[in-house]
């Protein structure tokens, strides 16, 4: 049973991710608004990404709903992408140094949602809550 101060946690995170999932919409919208001014050779993948990484915000919800049931796998699945995306932020960053800064603003602000999510997650009282289980003979 998950105890009432990671309950707690667990909906903070609740709340960051829904965060996410409205930052993201915005990241969506505004990339409809100035696709233009995007390299023409990227319009695709970047014109989509805030699509995807908001239904990716869902999925950081589902993972957190698991995570309330006292699931080990949706506390590690969690803890691997919190960890993983703002790392593949700052890589996108850096590898496509021509795209314009409000795209730049919009993969940052992810990121630092997935930091605040990370430090949460990877607290010793949550992860204490999800403990691996014993190898069964």
Same mark, same amino acid.
Request: charged fraction near 15%; include cysteine; charge should be positive.
């Given at each position: 049973?998950?105890?009432?101060?990671?309950?707690?946690?667990?909906?903070?995170?609740? /709340?960051?991710?829904?965060?996410?999932?409205?930052?993201?919409?915005?990241?969506?919208?505004?990339?409809?608004?100035? /696709? &233009?001014?995007?390299?023409? !050779?990227?319009?695709?993948?970047?014109?989509? =990404?805030?699509?995807?990484?908001?239904?990716?915000?869902?999925?950081?919800?589902?993972?957190?709903? !698991?995570?309330?049931?006292?699931?080990?796998?949706?506390?590690? =699945?969690?803890?691997?992408?919190?960890?993983?995306?703002?790392?593949?932020?700052?890589?996108?960053?850096?590898?496509?140094? &021509?795209?314009?800064?409000?795209? !730049?603003?919009?993969?940052?602000?992810?990121?630092?949602?997935?930091?605040?999510?990370?430090?949460?997650?990877?607290?010793?009282?949550? =992860?204490?809550?999800?403990?691996?289980?014993?190898?069964?003979?």
């Amino acid at each position: 049973m998950i105890n009432q101060h990671v309950q707690q946690n667990i909906n903070r995170m609740k /709340r960051i991710s829904r965060l996410f999932i409205l930052w993201n919409l915005l990241f969506f919208t505004v990339s409809l608004l100035v /696709r &233009h001014s995007i390299a023409s !050779d990227v319009v695709g993948s970047v014109f989509l =990404r805030g699509g995807f990484y908001a239904a990716g915000g869902l999925i950081l919800l589902y993972l957190l709903n !698991d995570m309330a049931k006292g699931k080990r796998s949706g506390w590690l =699945r969690l803890s691997i992408i919190s960890v993983l995306a703002p790392l593949g932020v700052v890589a996108f960053i850096v590898f496509t140094p &021509h795209l314009p800064i409000w795209f !730049d603003i919009g993969q940052i602000g992810s990121g630092l949602l997935c930091i605040a999510i990370a430090s949460i997650v990877l607290q010793k009282d949550v =992860r204490s809550q999800f403990p691996k289980q014993p190898a069964k003979a």
